[in-house]
């Protein structure tokens, strides 16, 4: 008989309250390996007599006489009988409920090698019903449990070392443990070791194996089993994308009391996948959520459709949720704070930025109200509104919200903290965008530094600051250093991720950008070719990542005269950025620019003007009038002025962009030089 299945859910039930027993010092109890044969088999004679009773095998239930008879079979020792007592104490049947006694008892067969025993005291240590909640003591026992073969100890125990919960963390021995109970046809450990294969948490990945293993667990109605089979078929993992199936899984998961599956499917509904039947089920859960002012049902549910990278429905979910909080008298201030955070940040993903702010600002006013507890809520709010006044271009408020995250972040953490990390890192890129370079080098300078001492296992994020570093020194004009960064980061992303994974391209990209600067215009051909394949390959032909590779490539062939070539390049990328980003990203001026400058060079002055009078638009909005993306273009516009001999209206041109480029840029940079030269040649070309 396994009592220990409803060991837990008794002492959550019956601790709280009961008055514990004042046992008489009990005689010492031997153990069933002590007596001689005609005791043990009388011991065994009493507990099979008793369970009888137990049971009502026969004769009519009675627990008090099973209580009686597992007591006698006890005191000699029988392990069974003394785990049977226990669960009798422990529910209460024959007798008040005793846990105290309950655990004596079910420790006196442990330390006889029951394994029913073994296991009971392990959840009693894991969730500290009758002891103190001890993690390590509890995997003690569930590891003396499963190494006698019991499946639910060892699920447990994979559980535990998988979290490492009471032991080092282990996933490759987790999934051992797993496969062991497994192999018993163990629900709970199918749904495990299926989670680990599909998300390769800790050992290689495997979609066959891990769908396979799930569906043995959801046949057996394990809801959570059910639900990840859901979500695989909404994803196509492992399976083919089947929202049907998606909505069949769920809906067994619901069933079964898995009340996540609630979100899956309300998100599915709503989106017309369930018919007109199906809408009016979703719509009946968010009426319901709101006169219930159950605002987390629209946090998640928002936040699900942020993740599936729809921000509108995001937004528009996050409305009801402050229109359901709006009729509550006294709405919980954390649920607040997230329905603002998750309104301003879906409308930041549309790019909203002005829109979103309020609701940012509202996010960080209630977060700062929130107990010490949650004091992580006001670096995080801080960050989120931070980031979107960087957005608006709203540079000099955005520096000292920053600054007073990353001083939070600091005091509460440490100097040397991941979180630190994270500040530092959208600091930098402040600090890059304003062409503040001093303060950029410093911060990636800093950050660097914790990334190389502090071992935290975040390549990709180290590799990232490299590349900052590097894009900093390309702009200013010290290629060589810029060269042996960008070199550094890829031979990081390299190791790391492969030779075709995304971020290779990115570095790629920037090699190219400081051949072209050096002249070298072969090897930055080849750079950039390289990154497009991998790019495309990675992320698809139609990706704004791979936009803004053809259009260096682009830029690379106008630099060297090749401008037909150019000029497809180019018009190619603006076309894919013109369907893929807003009116006024930063992107898009870059073609703009770059096909501004080759149709001037063509003689098509009237196309090129109005590209480049637009390219200079969006960035003096996004970047301000003293950024060195606006001195290119100025200067573009001086030489489209040149070509059409009007030096009068090409000299202010050229002198604003040698006053921006004197500021950022290092005395020996060829672009300083060249926006010298060309005003010297406006000032000594006599008007038309």
């Known amino acids: 008989m ?16 009961s008055a514990p027993a004042v046992p008489v010092p009990p005689p010492p109890i031997p153990r069933v390996a002590q007596l001689d044969e005609t005791t043990r088999l009388e011991a065994q004679r009493l507990y099979e007599l008793g369970r009888t009773f137990f049971e009502g095998n ?107 919960q009471g032991v080092a963390r282990d ?80 809906e067994k998961a619901l069933a079964n009391g898995w009340k996540q599956a609630t979100l899956r499917l309300a998100r599915l509904y709503a989106d017309g996948l369930g018919g007109e039947g199906g809408r009016a089920r979703a719509e009946a859960w968010l009426t319901q959520a709101q006169a219930a002012g159950q605002l987390d049902f629209f946090v998640d549910l928002g936040t699900l459709y942020s993740e599936l990278r729809q921000p509108d429905k995001a937004e528009a979910i996050a409305h009801r949720g402050a229109l359901a909080a709006q009729r509550m008298s006294a709405p919980p ?24 702010q309020p609701h940012l600002e509202r996010a960080l006013a209630l977060a700062e109200g929130l107990p010490a507890t949650a004091a992580q809520e006001v670096p995080r709010a801080l960050m989120a509104l931070a980031n979107d006044l960087l957005n608006q271009a709203q540079y000099a408020k955005a520096e000292p919200v920053y600054l007073r995250a990353l001083a939070m972040q600091e005091k509460a953490l440490g100097p040397r903290h991941e979180k630190v990390l994270d500040v530092l890192d959208e600091l930098s890129a402040l600090y890059s965008w304003t062409e503040e370079f001093a303060k950029a080098e410093a911060v990636l300078q800093r950050s660097l530094s914790m990334y190389e001492s502090a071992q935290l296992g975040r390549e990709a994020e180290m590799a990232t600051v490299l590349g900052g570093l590097a894009l900093n020194y390309w702009i200013r004009g010290d290629f060589d250093r810029a060269e ?76 060297s005269g090749r401008y037909d070539e150019a000029e497809a390049l180019c018009t190619q990328a603006l076309a894919m950025r013109e369907r893929l980003l807003d009116a006024y990203s930063l992107d898009l001026a870059f073609s703009l620019h770059e096909l501004g400058a080759i149709h001037t060079r063509q003689g098509k002055y009237e196309q090129g003007k109005a590209e480049l009078e637009r390219a200079l638009a969006i960035r003096e909005r996004r970047l301000g009038p003293h950024h060195s993306e606006v001195a290119a273009t100025l200067h573009a516009l001086g030489e489209f002025h040149m070509r059409q001999n009007n030096p009068a209206l090409a000299t202010p041109l050229f002198q604003r962009a040698l006053a921006i480029r004197e500021r950022v840029l290092v005395p020996s940079h060829p672009d300083l030089q060249l926006s010298r030269q060309q005003l010297a040649a406006a000032r000594a070309r006599p008007a038309a």
């Open 58 to 164: 026969g004769v009519k239930q009675d627990y008090l006489r099973t209580a009686q008879l597992y007591r006698e079979a006890a005191l000699s020792g029988h392990p069974w009988a003394q785990v049977g007592l226990g669960f009798l104490y422990e529910k209460g049947l024959g007798m008040k409920v005793d846990i105290q006694e309950a655990l004596r008892w079910y420790r006196l067969a442990a330390d006889q090698g029951d394994s029913s025993a073994q296991f009971n005291l392990g959840l009693a240590y894991l969730h500290g019903e009758g002891v103190a909640q001890d993690d390590t003591e509890s995997y003690t026992w569930f590891r003396k449990a499963a190494e006698q073969g019991d499946a639910d100890a060892q699920n447990l125990v994979g559980e535990a070392l998988e979290e490492g």
């Open 2 to 17: 396994r009592l220990q299945t409803v060991f837990l859910a008794s002492l959550l039930s019956l601790h709280a309250g």
């Open 171 to 250: 996933p490759e021995e987790a999934a051992q443990w797993y496969g062991k109970a497994v192999a018993q046809n163990d629900r709970r450990a199918q749904a495990n070791l299926g989670r680990m294969n599909m998300q390769a948490l800790g050992i290689p990945g495997d979609f066959v194996k891990g769908i396979a293993l799930l569906r043995q667990a959801a046949d057996q109605g394990h809801a959570r089993a059910q639900f990840f089979l859901g979500y695989y078929h909404e994803l196509g993992r492992g399976v083919d994308r089947d929202e049907s199936a998606a909505i069949a899984w769920h």
């Open 484 to 559: 042996s960064y960008f070199r550094r980061a890829y031979e990081m992303d390299e190791a790391r991720a492969g030779a075709k994974d995304s971020t290779l391209a990115v570095r790629l990209n920037g090699l190219g950008s400081v051949y072209q600067s050096q002249g070298r215009f072969h090897e930055a051909e080849t750079a950039f070719l390289r990154a497009r394949a991998i790019m495309e390959q990675a992320r698809g032909a139609e990706h704004h990542s791979v936009a803004t590779i053809v259009n260096n490539l682009g830029a690379l062939y106008n630099a």
């Open 333 to 356: 201030r954390e649920q607040l704070k997230q329905v603002a955070s998750l309104q301003g940040q879906a409308l930041v993903a549309q790019q909203r930025f002005a829109a979103a």
